[in-house]
């Protein structure tokens, strides 16, 4: 047992520090950093120089997460939508889900529909019922053939899945993470931009300084539900969750990372965010991180722990360009992420796997206290249709949703992206005006 308990021992020195406000054993970068702008974190060192051919090691597909063959994600996106002369017809399976879902969902559509009456396409849609309410009242959750359904279509918008009435966590399990892994969405795609400064809650930071995009890996990690709990309730309880990182896994979504960054043209900089000093099997990332990085030499490499990337999230975020990072930690530092942009009320994300039927959804969970009042603020939600829209190829359509939306927060029509500062249906018709007017464009 000489190898986990010197894992702990790592582990407990680096949360001391953390603890105590020291730095020492987080990465050196920040520590030598001057006040003003972190230090440049050394590249990662290529330990695996000798590491054999860009081909994966691993072969097969993962283990723990098989997608059934029947909801295999079809042809891709574009061979569907190909069909120019007729007019461009897009499917959308809609998914409101629990709590504010409906609400946030029916004001997304509204705009949606709005900008595709201005650019001359169709969105056909089908409404799906699964959530909390129809769980309880028919038993169902995500039935394997609405899953199939669901691969039909081009790509799947989703308000919300979560609900105190059914046991924790049940639905989003079966729900968002049972289409993450059908449809094998391997990309979490978050933008984190500020569109005005009185939004952030750092001092002194304007919209060019935040502006961001992190690329979570969608698939495995912790969230692969490999562990369990065994002997539960007696003294000896065991509890277990296995965080797993293939090979490929880890490979395809570090190269769309790099990829992004590329296309994107800004700092060119792709920040690796990891733990690989505490929790050693993700030296599978830093391994591949370098490894895929020789094929983007235009790319600067950069990393940082995950404690300290926090820590630079709301020191000084206009130090990240575009991050990788795995799943887990992709979800917490998201959350800081949406913080920094306004809020969750507008943080919106994609998972996707490219070229195929993927999904979209704003960051926010279905705040059920919330549900049916009218309150919650939808732009999160808009957000994700306009990134709906970028993946299926709308990208005009997706600029004036976007200029409509930032428009409304630099004159100051939205001033709050809270719940309950403004009507839910009063901004889905601000945006909706905004975007019919050409708003910012
Ligand atoms: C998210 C959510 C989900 C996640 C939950 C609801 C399972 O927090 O999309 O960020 O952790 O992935
Ligand atoms: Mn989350």
Known sequence: MAKPI???DAVQGAGASAKNGSVTAKSPAPKAAPAAKPAPVAKPAPVAKAAPAAKPALATKPAAAPAPKASRPPATAKARSSSKAAGRRHSISVLAGDGIGEEVIREGLKVLDAVAEIEGFVLDRKMLPYGADHYLKTKEAMPA????EMGKSDAIYLGAIGDPRVETGFLERQIIWGVRQTFDLFVNLRPIRLYHEDLCPLKDKKPADVDMIVVRENTEDAYAGLGGIHRKGTPWEVAVAEMIYTRQGV?????YAYEL???????????????ANAIRAQDIWTRTFAEVGKEF?????????IDAACMWMVKNPEWFDVVVTPNLFGDILTDIGAMIQGGLGIAASGNIHPGKVSMFEPIHGSAPKYRGLNSANPVAAIEAGKMMLDHLGETKAARRIESAVRNAIETKRIRSLKAGAYKCDEVGDMIREGVRTGAGM
């Open 6 to 8: 010197v894992a702990k």
């Open 145 to 148: 053939a609405a899953l199939e």
């Open 251 to 255: 490979e395809r979504v570090v190269r």
């Open 261 to 275: 960054c590329k296309k994107r043209n800004k700092k060119r900089r792709l920040t690796l965010v990891d733990k």
């Open 297 to 305: 030499p235009e790319v600067e490499q950069d990393h940082a722990y």
